[in-house]
């Protein structure tokens, strides 16, 4: 079965510097996609970044970046020079392909993230 | 485009009392789903849709009924609320044949209190 591992309730970091927010994921199938999204204090869950199990590169999004490590099942988001709207709660998300159809979005347990001036 | 519309935005029930979660997309898109977001537990799938007529269970589907009669809408319904179901509720709908790539659309979630 799927799963997300989200391993860090919580982290900070001073603003201006770049933070590592952690990501496993188990799956089975050899077609997935995974996601980061953010959601503010306010509580709409916004997308920012995606990366695909097939592609070569490693996703990036202006300051967003994700560190995909497919052996070692891994899907770290990198956030550089951080702000203080980057204070947020993150979920990591997959989904699997199975049979070509869309299937079940799966998130982790989520970081919270805390920027200090 | 309003996106994925969830109405209502809070809602206080008292146990037993029923009610309807609404979500409305009018992107078009074949898939939809429900989840809960409990603290320290994330977001948790309740049920899904890939399309009008078919529906099924998620990690979470018990006290919980959908139907999907139209690919617009994805009505969540409590059939007798419990404390249990005190949490946010968040609709969300994704095009399902254009490639996984494509994100999922989340609505504005709905705080629900039972009491």
């Known amino acids: 079965a799927q799963k997300i591992t989200q391993t860090q309730p919580g982290m900070f970091v001073q603003e201006k510097e770049a933070v590592t927010l952690d990501c496993t994921y188990d799956t089975s199938d050899p077609s997935y996609g995974l996601f980061w999204y953010k959601q503010p204090s306010s509580g709409e869950m916004i997308f920012l970044i995606y990366q695909g199990s097939y592609d070569q590169q490693n996703a990036t999004e202006g300051r967003y970046s994700l560190n995909f490590q497919k052996a070692r099942k891994s899907a770290n988001l990198v956030i550089s020079a951080s702000q203080l709207g980057d204070s947020a709660m993150y979920f990591c998300a997959m989904r699997e392909m199975r049979g070509g159809a869309t299937n079940k979005l799966i998130f982790g347990t989520g970081t919270l993230l805390a920027v200090q001036p | ?115």
């Not at chain 2, 206080?12 to 074949?30: P, R």
């Not at chain 2, 009669?69 to 968040?90: G, I």
Request: aromatic share 12%; with cysteine.
């Open chain 2, 1 to 115: 485009n309003a996106g994925v519309t969830q109405t209502p935005k809070f809602q206080v029930l008292k146990t037993g009392q029923s009610m309807t979660l609404q979500c409305a997309q009018d992107m078009n898109h074949e898939y939809m789903s429900w989840y809960r977001q409990d603290p320290g537990m994330g977001l948790r799938l309740i049920h899904y849709s890939v399309g009008a007529g078919i529906t099924d269970q998620g990690e979470v589907p018990n006290g919980y009924n959908v139907s999907r009669s139209t690919t617009e809408d994805f009505p969540l319904r409590l059939l007798s609320a419990a404390p249990s179901q005190t949490s946010v509720y968040f609709c969300a709908s994704s095009y399902s044949n254009k490639g996984y790539g494509y994100g999922y659309t989340f609505g504005s979630g709905t705080r629900l209190t039972v009491v």
